[in-house]
Antibody
């Protein structure tokens, strides 16, 4: 059974940093492209970025609102995806989900972790 | 403002059919597959349609998808109370170095 479990969310002040983790199981993580998607309170879904598998170059793509502030990485030895968030803004407040890109984009989702940016 | 355009709401009585539209452009829906997600209240999204019209295992055949040009639609027939949820369309967008884009979501209410 595929499982994705996010952690690391919490309350942080504007300008601060936070690192989210997504622990994966039930599939071959090292072969799978992974995405981060967020959802602000009461709002729709917004793609944050993705990381390809190492065999496909391990490159990353980001949405414009987070480019230069957020960094996606992965540790295939731990089957874990990360999202390092720096220079956080109040508009980054959201539930952050990790999702697989296979067998289809968004085929599997974690339960999400809430990040609140507030002073 | 979302890149893909969906109506904010749709409603129908049990047993009837409801259709949700999703409008995009040549750089997203016009040249890439469309995906649909169902989000029940307080839960993570769930994939219900992939590659325009394919259903993942376990999704009832009451759910169907279609695409034509730069628009797509999701239809739910034989509407049931458990179908009440927010539905989002998504597609890869080839502009701006590439990115996933979503519709703003449609709240389906079963009357």
């Amino acid at each position: 059974e595929v499982q994705l479990v996010e952690s690391g969310g919490g309350l942080v002040e504007p300008g601060g940093s936070l690192r989210l983790s997504c622990a994966a199981s039930g599939f071959t993580f090292s072969h799978t492209w992974m995405n981060w998607v967020r959802q602000a309170p009461g709002k729709g879904l917004e793609w944050v970025g993705r990381m390809k598998s190492r065999i496909n170059g391990g490159t990353t793509d980001y949405n414009a609102p987070v480019k230069g502030r957020f960094t996606i990485s992965r540790d295939d030895s731990k089957d874990t995806l990360y999202l390092q968030m720096n220079s956080l803004k109040t508009e980054d407040t959201a539930v952050y989900y990790c999702t697989t890109d296979a067998p289809s984009p968004g085929a599997y989702w974690g339960q999400g972790t809430l990040v609140t940016v507030s002073s | 403002q979302s890149v893909l355009t969906q109506p904010p709401s749709a409603s129908e009585t049990p047993g009837q059919r409801v259709t949700i539209s999703c409008s995009g452009t040549s750089s997203n829906i016009g040249s890439n597959h469309v995906y649909w997600y169902q989000q029940l209240s307080g839960t993570a999204p769930k994939l219900v349609i992939f590659k325009n019209n394919q259903r993942p295992s376990g999704v009832p055949d009451r759910f169907s998808g279609s695409k034509s040009g730069t628009s797509a639609s999701l239809a739910i027939s034989g509407l049931r109370s458990e179908d009440e949820a927010d539905y989002y369309c998504a597609a890869w967008d080839d502009s701006l170095s590439g990115r996933w884009v979503f519709g703003g979501g449609t709240k389906v209410t079963v009357l």
